[in-house]
């Protein structure tokens, strides 16, 4: 009995002391996390004083000073490249190792690593979409130019100097909570970070629904309801641009594939992709004679922030701006003689191929009326507390076979099974010249010239100078294809259907100094239908582009603050074009008290979509429920993925087509007119709203209703932002939903002496405990914007000056 007793008391505090030291589902090991020398304690972070400290690092050349200012962004001044690259992986992944370790895991597709078994389909969807393989590819690249090599490896080295310092107490918090330590950068995870960007960015598509439309409706309907042009645009490059250049030959149309490939996924309305902003004014119409330049590149909001600010001093090099955490230069920002931005421009270079195997070995494919051999790629995906699963991925001349049965995942609905992925991400590239020559550009021509290295993803590349030229160009390795080539799924089997080259940067659509006196983007049609070359058939609708020029147009001696304003904007072309119409079609007689109250307010309305705002989420719900309803009955079919005509096609509809028979609900015995969709629609968009916020009043607002916040990346409770009271709606320049606006605003005032103006929703450090996680969101949230401190030494008295760090050569 004795001997039992004994036993009992050893093996308790075992089991005790495994218990505490295991992670259990989401919860961390709590021996681990609670310690007080090594735990979440040690993550605190008071409000420092100005401070100086020395370090010593190997990988040092010379001595390099960086200064940190009260926001905490590093200025960093080096005496060569290497440096001042080495300098900056140094003090990234400082203040977010946690998120560049994180991100590029989760673009390799090495998330089961941390998390276990819960992740395999997000991580088969990385590795079967070629993330890792288009990375391998873009290193290559990286590495054949001895400037991006050393900018690469300096970076990787920098960043690693700051790993290897790191003790268990010193890990951000995100490793205690989940359990994993860091592990040593690699050149490969710069190119995943720029990968990953390309897939958020480049890696929609439609054509596995366009076939099924195409199949189900035949060409006429397709053609009619998905056209290759707007119906009301204006375009990015100004409508008649003369193009200075003879187009290349366009391949002929070959005979496109049009069977249904089956699945179980359904889509409903095509919703509107990532909204980004970029406009330069000429100094024609400024106050100080010189160009203004303004960027707001949108994306899904997170802490720690998408943006890294720095600046980068080295002989030859001065620029300021944001930087992606994980890869080296500016990629938003200016310097002493040019300001450039970026905006998606939605290329159509992502396409599938239908494949025809020999048999089930999928070891040869049908290609060009022969059999032809396919490359396996095995995929090891470790998982934590289970066996290592090898993933065989079939690839052909094209590229990926992404799945050849449809996974439980949902971002893989518009995949089709059995096909091939041809996307331009997969391809060797060298995007950090672009930046490394931007980071140094004096001129046009030195914007110009670094371009021609850029290929993914697409961007519209906006610049201004202080020799007062403004240009944009929609930018990217584009292929030259026929027209709406990729539109729908492609015969793998027809060599015809391959991309049949590239065209030149040359000829890529640009606008220098036009009449107008300013450019500006807002994701829209690239050009007019003028263009020689197929870029894609549809882009993001019409209405911020459409917001911005107007103002721009009638704007003089404008200045900082009508940049702000502009960037704010929350007036919605959409609620100009489409309110009165429906509201004349509201049958006053049959509504309730509060349907009443809601109408009178949107009649009311002056169409901005601010905080305030009740019929703003009206608006908002009545149309998302209209077009639901127009559409749902005939695209929503199972085992058929379609998806919804677009906005800009659904109001011409309702506008210009009053009588079209798809108002008529297929689904029910009686013919439904437009006038019964819109009043069912305002109904129910009444309805719910009361349901859900209770009688018409405060609850009703806009930001409420919208409820936008920033969320932690993992989403970790309690490491997001409280819920942000603030307007602008996905049609606005604002663009604004609930976790997806403005990462990063800027305004540049070019200049003998350039001015630089910006903000981003959360802080410079990863660090949920420090006072710089999160300190900009309410100032970015209220539409101010700081002063950015351009320094010309490390001893410029404009900077305010809190911290500095000295490396020197060990």
């Known amino acids: 009995m004795n001997r039992v007793k004994a036993f009992i008391c050893v093996l308790i505090p075992i089991l005790l002391a495994y218990t505490l030291n295991t992670k259990f589902g989401s919860t961390p090991p709590l021996l681990k996390f609670l310690n007080p020398f090594t735990g979440f304690w040690q993550n605190a972070e008071g409000n420092r004083q100005t401070t100086k400290h020395k370090i010593a690092l190997k990988g040092a050349k010379a001595e390099i000073n960086i200064v940190f200012d009260d926001r905490m962004i590093p200025h960093v001044f080096a005496q060569n490249d290497h440096d001042v690259y080495y300098a900056q992986g140094y003090v990234t992944a400082m203040h977010r190792l946690w998120q560049m370790d994180f991100q590029t895991r989760f673009a390799a597709g090495r998330i089961s690593e941390i998390v276990g078994e819960k992740a395999i389909e997000v991580d088969r969807y990385q590795r079967r979409m070629g993330m890792v393989y288009g990375a391998e590819n873009s290193l290559k690249g990286m590495m054949e130019d001895p400037k991006s090599k050393e900018m ?3 970076y990787t080295a920098g960043i690693n100097a700051y790993i290897h310092s790191l003790s268990r107490a010193n ?3 995100e490793y205690k909570i989940l359990d994993f330590k860091p592990e040593d950068w690699t050149p490969i995870k710069c190119a995943l970070l720029l990968k990953q960007m390309s897939a958020v960015l480049a890696m929609g598509s439609d054509e596995f629904y366009m076939t099924n439309i195409l199949k189900k409706f035949g060409p006429e309907v397709t053609k009619d309801l998905f056209p290759d042009y707007p119906f009301k645009e204006d375009p990015i490059i100004p409508v008649g641009t003369k193009w200075d250049f003879k187009p290349l030959s366009i391949p002929d149309v070959p005979k496109l594939v049009t069977e249904i490939m089956g699945s179980t996924v359904r889509t409903k309305e095509k919703i509107e992709g990532i909204g980004s902003n970029n406009w330069a004014l000429s100094g024609a119409k400024t106050a100080s004679g010189f160009p203004l330049l303004a960027n707001d590149p949108h994306l899904d909001l997170s802490l720690p922030s998408i943006w890294y600010q720095i600046q980068l001093h080295a002989p030859g090099l001065n620029t300021y701006g944001v930087s992606l955490p994980g890869a080296p230069g500016v990629t938003i920002g200016f310097n002493k003689d040019i300001a450039w931005g970026v905006t998606n421009v939605a290329a159509d270079v992502l396409d599938f191929y239908q494949i025809k195997f020999k048999d089930q070995t999928h070891d040869q494919y049908w290609y060009d009326n022969a059999w032809k051999k396919t490359r396996k790629r095995l995929e090891k995906i470790q998982i934590r507390g289970a066996k290592t699963l090898i993933d065989t991925v079939y690839y052909t001349h094209q590229g990926p076979v992404v799945y050849f049965q449809k996974p439980s995942y949902g971002k893989a609905s518009n995949v089709p099974i059995g096909s091939a992925l041809r996307w331009i991400a997969h391809d060797k590239s060298n995007e950090l010249m672009t930046f490394y020559i931007l980071n140094r550009g004096k001129n046009y021509h030195d914007y110009r010239k670094a371009l021609t290295y850029y290929t993914a993803p697409a961007q519209n ?10 240009a944009i160009t929609p930018n990217g390795k584009f292929p030259i294809k026929w027209k709406n080539q990729g539109k729908f799924v492609l015969d793998g089997s027809n060599p015809a259907n391959d991309w049949q080259g590239w065209i030149p940067a040359s000829q890529n659509p640009t606008v220098k100094n036009p009449s107008r006196n300013f450019v500006s983007s807002a994701n829209q049609s690239s050009t007019d239908p003028n263009y020689p070359y197929y870029i894609n058939w549809e ?22 603050d009508s940049m702000r304003n502009l960037q704010m904007d929350s007036y919605s072309i959409t609620a100009q074009n489409l309110l009165p119409t429906i509201l004349s079609l509201v049958n006053q007689a049959q509504l309730n008290a509060t349907q009443k109250e809601a109408f009178n ?11 305030k705002e009740i019929a703003a989420s009206i608006f908002d719900l009545w149309t998302k429920r209209l077009f639901y309803n127009i559409w749902d009955d005939e695209f929503n079919i199972k085992n058929i993925p379609m998806r919804y005509p677009s906005r800009d096609r659904s109001i011409e509809l309702i506008q210009n087509e009053p009588n079209s028979t798809w108002f008529d609900n297929v689904k029910t015995k009686e013919k439904e007119t437009l006038r019964d969709l819109v009043n069912e629609a305002f109904k129910f968009t009444c309805d719910s709203l009361e349901r859900k916020y209770g009688p018409i009043g405060k609850n009703w607002e806009w930001g409420n209703v919208k409820n936008t916040n920033v969320p932690h990346l993992a989403k970790i409770p309690g490491f997001g932002t409280k819920t942000l009271n603030i307007g602008g709606g996905k049609s606005t320049v604002n663009a604004m939903s609930e976790a997806n606006g403005p990462s990063w605003r800027m305004v540049v005032e070019l200049g003998k002496t350039p001015k630089g103006h910006g903000v981003y929703p959360g802080g410079q450090s990863g660090n949920p405990g420090s006072p710089f996680y999160d300190n900009m969101v309410d100032t970015w949230a209220q539409g101010k914007l700081y002063d950015l401190f351009f320094m010309q030494s490390e001893d410029d008295k404009s900077g305010k000056i809190i911290s500095r760090l000295k490396i020197s050569k060990k």
């Open 152 to 154: 690469i490896l300096a």
């Open 171 to 173: 890990y951000p918090i």
């Open 461 to 470: 590349f906006i610049f201004a100078s202080n020799k007062n030229d403004i």
């Open 539 to 560: 882009f993001s609708p019409y209405e911020r582009g459409k917001r911005i020029n107007d103002r721009l147009t009638v704007m003089n001696k404008a200045n900082v």
């Open 601 to 611: 307010l949107s009649a009311k309305w002056n169409k901005y979509f601010e905080a």
